[in-house]
């Protein structure tokens, strides 16, 4: 055993007498040539290469599933249906015909405008509603309440779409709960409605999904929080900060670099809310403003067939996506210093 | 440790093993068919394998076909059904229009009128109907599907009016008159109860006002209902009484004229007095949100007090049936009646497609022919003869269905026994071959008497229309659209909080605009050259 750790500290000896050797090296006049940046990555992969093992499943799944089906996307510029090669001698190419399909429905402007504004009432409503919550639970004094809070809080994000969906009717749909209550209060004899109004489907949709996240959503910013050192808090409450203005001045400096960085990440994915949701609260009431660009996508190219013109959509959605995102990064590169790259 | 290592590593072994056989045994599954045919059924129906129709037929044709099935949600998942290895043919495919042609011009699908020397059956349909044949042709002039053809004369009328006679009679014992002065007596609740429209509504107002039925808790009866936009039992009849032929697509032919009924004044009248009925709770909101299954299910209870659906005994419980009588359509204040025709179908393409990977296209054809024969026709749609769905002895030399099930109902029996698809029954068949079942012949009684004799005039449902790849792709995009904005126009104005204005709905014209005069040229253009192929031949 002695002989063994004598063996280690002897291997760390002469790493660091190298290092040594090398920094020592470094600027001398009478040194050799010094590495160019190629040879010195080089000699830095020997030795420690071996780390790279570690990122080596996260590349493999980021490859496959996300960089690998990419190639999908041609089918936008083609004739296509599944079975057809996607680069093949039999490939139809179609040039820019699938978007002027799309751009030519006559509400694709509706939809668009349904999309965003579902899409920035729900980011509006959801991004700063987990932070507040976390703020707040990290500043309760019981560690029990806070807990028991928390996961009172979490639980909702386990319950599947379509049960909440489901669980929805049964409350705001015809004949549901809160129908039944406004009839026997003498309100309008079908009750409320809220299912067909097409007025009522964002704040339903958007409420109803922020009920279900925020809590889970709030977790990344406990975690966040729980790092703060408390020799900050001590300073603040030795200098006579209140509880409410602690939050201010030392939990939310401290948590603000995670909320800029998911802003970023949030503003990348604004116009893609998902269709599962939406398909399932859809009614022909509410069609004025549930249908958006995804559900279109699904009922236009996966259930009508029109592979190309639903992938040209998507694609569509995609770039916008990406827009927001540079935009969101490049604002917060200048007013926040902060940025993702 | 050692004993550890090498017991994991036998367990492994030993399960990697079991794993390879099974995966070999399941490739090698069985004795090698001639044919491989993919059907799509539930797994309530029974393995075709067992049917003895298809015993029968493949005694009689010599040729031996294995069915393998999905489930509707299976199939509906796998986005390129042709690509499936190891099949023949695809039963029950369902494609559209598009997607027949799209396969069909890949040559992925045969087309089938390359085959007709092998298939003297399709050949001898489809010179003796022109509008089949028609019907059946892809924008190339190919024909890629084996079709559906069961001409009963029932789809075109997908709608009949029920009313609780129990509650009008309470009415009725209670001294309540109908407004217009009719002296409605007992003895005139029997099928054909003759209402106005205005009538009818009154009806409706006492079935809110009162409480009609004491078991049933507070205000749950239903005045009226039916499933707004489904295919049958919806509010169509409803709006026609107003004088358009109105269907659930808003688009029929009157006198050769493909016409949307949007645009009709007479439309909008009906919207307008049908938010009143919403609002005065005539019409729940309801009856635009549910489906169809919700329906049957709120129906089983005995709350409605009148409801639209193709008939009644599905809607209701047993012991509720002879409480509701057939309403005929309801009277404007004219006098007049009127009842508009559905686009449903009685030919179906896509109930068969074969493969371009099965080998003996003609031996699969020729054996696919046999189901047109009146006799294969009624077993495919009805049960087999051995499985007791007809009676052995025929009647005239026509077969004769068995109503008698035992414990089961005709429906359940059906759903089990029989495969449906591909089959040709028509009116021929009907009068020379097969006995029409007791409750499809009654419900053509029905309409004969009750509904068909006040369609609107000249109204005729839009046939199976053969469009250009263009027009395909073109009606694709508009239709889809425009069905939209007329869907959410329509529930909005009937359920929503204020009036429906004649602005909007002028606007809902003037927006729409385009698509409407897109989706009629498209449609007046195909039905023109429909006549001029089918009269020309």
Not at chain 1, 138 to 148: D, E, M, P
Request: charged share 20%.
């Amino acid at each position: 055993m002695k002989e063994m750790t004598a063996e280690l500290e002897a291997g760390e000896v002469e790493e660091d007498l190298v290092e040594q050797a090398y920094e020592a090296l470094d600027g001398k006049p009478n040194a050799p040539k010094p590495q160019t940046k190629w040879e010195k990555w080089k000699e830095n992969f020997k030795r420690k290469g071996w780390i790279l093992v570690f990122i080596l499943p996260a590349l493999i799944y980021v490859i496959i599933f996300c960089y690998a089906p990419m190639y999908g996307i041609l089918v936008a510029f083609q004739d296509y249906m599944p079975g057809d090669q996607v680069l093949g001698s039999n490939t139809v190419w179609v040039g820019w015909q699938n978007f002027k399909t799309f751009f030519s429905n006559p509400n694709f402007w509706d939809y668009f405008v349904n999309t965003f504004l579902l899409c920035i009432f729900g980011f509006i409503v959801g991004f700063p509603l987990p932070i507040i919550v976390a703020l707040l639970l990290n500043s309760l004094r019981s560690k029990k309440v806070k807990k028991g809070l928390q996961i009172l809080y979490y639980a909702p994000h386990f319950i599947s779409l379509v049960v909440l969906v489901g669980m929805l009717k049964l409350i705001f749909g015809s004949d549901g709960l809160l129908d039944q209550i406004s009839i026997k209060l003498g309100g309008d004899v079908n009750g409320l409605k809220l299912f067909l109004s097409p007025e009522a489907f964002r704040p339903l949709f958007i409420f109803s999904g922020n009920w279900q996240d925020f809590g889970w959503s709030a977790i990344i910013y406990l975690a966040a929080l729980s790092g703060v050192d408390p020799a900050l808090h001590e300073a603040a409450k030795v200098d006579g900060a209140s509880r409410f203005r602690r939050i201010f001045s030392v939990d939310l400096p401290a948590i603000l670099p995670t909320i800029v960085m998911l802003m970023i990440l949030s503003v990348g994915n604004l116009m893609s809310c998902g269709y599962e949701k939406v398909l399932l609260m859809q009614t022909s009431g509410n069609l004025e403003t549930s249908e958006i660009l995804s559900t279109y996508v699904y009922k236009f190219g996966l259930i009508g067939g029109q592979y190309g013109v639903g992938t040209a959509a998507g694609l569509f959605n995609s770039v916008i996506n990406v827009a927001l995102l540079v935009i969101a990064n490049f604002t917060s590169k200048k007013l926040a210093k902060q940025s993702m790259w | 440790m050692k004993k550890v290592i090498i017991g994991i590593s036998a367990a492994v072994i030993w399960l990697v093993c079991v794993i390879a056989f099974a995966v070999a045994a399941g490739k090698s599954g069985g004795a090698q068919h001639q044919f491989t045919v993919l059907t799509v059924k539930e797994d309530a129906v029974k393995d075709y394998n067992t049917m003895p129709v298809f015993k029968q037929l493949a005694e009689e044709t010599g040729i031996e076909v294995y069915w393998t099935y999905n489930t509707s949600t299976q199939y509906g998942n796998n986005t390129d059904p042709v690509g499936i290895k190891g099949i023949d043919a695809i039963y029950h495919s369902g494609f559209s229009n598009l997607k027949l042609y799209d396969y069909g011009r890949r040559g992925r699908i045969v087309a089938i009128d390359n085959y007709l020397s092998v298939m003297p059956n399709f050949k001898k349909i489809l010179n003796e109907r022109p509008d089949i044949k028609e019907a059946l042709k892809s924008p190339d002039g190919h024909i890629y599907s084996l079709p559906r053809v069961e001409e009963m004369g029932l789809k075109t009328y997908p709608n009949m009016l029920y009313i609780n006679k129990k509650w009008v009679k309470k009415l009725l014992d209670s001294g309540w008159k109908l407004p217009s002065g009719v002296n409605l007596t007992e003895a005139d609740l029997v099928d054909g109860l003759d209402l106005y429209r205005s009538d009818f509504k009154a009806i409706l107002q006492e079935f809110y006002d009162r409480d009609m039925d004491e078991t049933i808790p507070d205000k749950n009866e239903i005045p009226l209902t039916f499933v707004s936009g489904n295919w049958q039992g919806n509010e169509s009849d409803l709006i026609a009484s107003f004088g358009v032929p109105e269907n659930r697509e808003h688009k029929t032919i009157v006198n050769g004229e493909i016409t949307f009924t949007v645009e009709d004044e007479k439309w909008f009248k009906a919207v307008e007095e049908l938010y009143d009925w919403n609002q005065k709770g005539l019409i729940r909101s309801t009856s635009f949100a549910q489906t169809d299954s919700e329906f049957l299910a709120r129906g089983q209870d005995g709350r409605y007090g009148a409801f639209y659906w193709w008939e009644k005994d599905t809607v209701l419980a047993k012991e509720n049936r002879d409480d509701y009588i057939i309403v005929l359509p309801l009277k404007d204040e004219d006098g007049n009646r009127f009842v508009g025709v559905s686009n449903e179908l009685e030919v179906e393409k896509g109930a068969c497609v074969i493969l371009e990977a099965c080998e003996d296209k003609e031996g699969l054809l020729s054996y696919f022919d046999k189901f047109f024969e009146p006799e294969y026709s009624a077993q495919l749609n009805y049960g087999s003869i051995k499985s007791g769905a007809f009676l052995s002895e025929k009647v005239d030399g026509k077969l004769i269905p068995n109503d008698d099930h035992g414990i089961q109902s005709a429906d359940d029996f059906r759903m089990k026994n029989a495969p449906y698809g591909v089959v040709y029954l028509t009116k021929e068949v009907w009068e020379n071959n097969v006995q029409m079942e007791s409750r499809a012949n009654l419900r053509l009684e029905n309409l004969e008497k009750y509904v068909k004799p006040y369609t609107f005039e000249g109204a005729t449902p839009i046939p199976n229309l053969n469009y250009t790849q263009d027009e395909l792709i073109t009606l694709n995009t508009y239709e889809s659209s425009l069905s939209n904005n007329i869907a959410s126009w329509f529930t909005g104005s009937i359920t929503g909080k204020t009036p429906p204005s004649r602005d909007s709905w002028l606007n809902l014209l003037s927006t729409n605009r385009n698509s409407i005069d897109t989706v009629k040229k498209i449609n007046q253009e195909a039905y023109d050259r429909y006549i001029a192929a089918t009269q020309g031949n």
